[in-house]
Structure formats: structure tokens, C-alpha cells
């Protein structure tokens, strides 16, 4: 890999375990595509960088890499989790955080792997974070996520229209970035 620059062996690492996820979760085939679409056009509102929508879209195409240490059983399960699933549920985004620093896939991929899961009311995990102490790619990656992940079929649930996604997410606008939602809800048709 000493020929490709840095990018292109984070993109390229992160297609390999992008693959790997999906093979053990089938939600997950269009997830993170979907993910980074969305928080490539969020970024794109917001005039990041050139690179820093770059290390967005990989991160937010990778954000589940946890998922691979998290038993199919649990990741696939139809029904409700029970409180020891949905623990194990919640540390993949830790897992995905180690396996991304043991890549040395940089900062910013690390913190939307390890942080996605953050709210902006405090009571998201694996921290608590609240408002702007989470990043902001990774306060990105999180309402690009939520808004794909209604919007799809799940295991456990059929997906939303968009316009009952929307009126979930408003209902739940204190676990968002309210500059982000707004966005959101703005532009959300020509995103998706």
C-alpha cells in the first residue's frame, strides 16, 4: 500500500471491512452507503473542506465496523433486546473505535466510529456527550444515520415513509444538533 496516499488506504480499508459488515448484517448492505450519502450532502451545506468531507463519508460509511464482534443472533434479532443485548448492541461503537485506531485510520474516523451514538441531550452513549462536546462530524454521522435507519426496513420494524421519519425525529429533536435537524428537515427530499 505504500503507493496509495493516506485517503486512498483509508478508503480502501474501510470498503474491506464495509464488506465484512455486510456479510454478517444484511441491514447494514445499503446502511453506510446511505449514511455517507447523506452526511456528504450535510457537509457540502456546512462548506467543510474537500477533506474533511472526505474522512465523513468513510467514517460515516464505517460507522458500525463494531458491529463484526457483535453476535449475529443479537445484530439480526426480530424481536425486543433484552437489557444484556442492548448492552452489547451499544459497545459496538468502543469495539469499532479500537479496531479503527488499531488501523490507524485517523482521528476524525475514529471519533465518528467511536461517537455516532452521542445526543445532544447528554443521554446518548458511550459517554454521555451533550451539545457541541461531541464533533462535529461525528453529530453529523449520527442524524444521518438515524434518519437512514428510519427510513429502512429493520428486523424488527418496517421502514418510514419520509415524512413519518421526519415527524420522529422532530418529536425527538432534543437528541440532535438542532442546526443539523433544521438542515435536515429542509433538504431532506433532495438528499435521499
Known sequence: MADLT????RKLIARVFEQIVI????YSQHHGTHTSH???NFAKELELSA????LLRVGAEIHDLGKLVIAENVINKAGDLS??????????????FKIA????LGPTIEEIIY????????LGYPNGLKGNETP???RIVQISDIIDALMTDRSYRSAHPIQKAIAIMRDEEFKYDPELLRLLIRNVKKWI
Do not use: C, K, V
Not at 101 to 104: M, S, T, Y
Not at 116 to 122: F, L, T
Open 136 to 138: 462535529i462530524h461525528a
Open 23 to 26: 456479510h454478517r448484517d444484511p
Open 51 to 54: 477533506t474533511e468531507r472526505t
Open 101 to 104: 485506531q488499531a488501523l490507524e
Open 115 to 122: 461517537l455516532h451514538h452521542e445526543r445532544w441531550d447528554g
Open 6 to 9: 493516506r485517503t486512498q488506504q
Open 83 to 96: 437489557p444484556s443485548e442492548y448492552a452489547m448492541i451499544q459497545s459496538h461503537s468502543t469495539f469499532g
Open 38 to 40: 447523506i452526511a456528504n
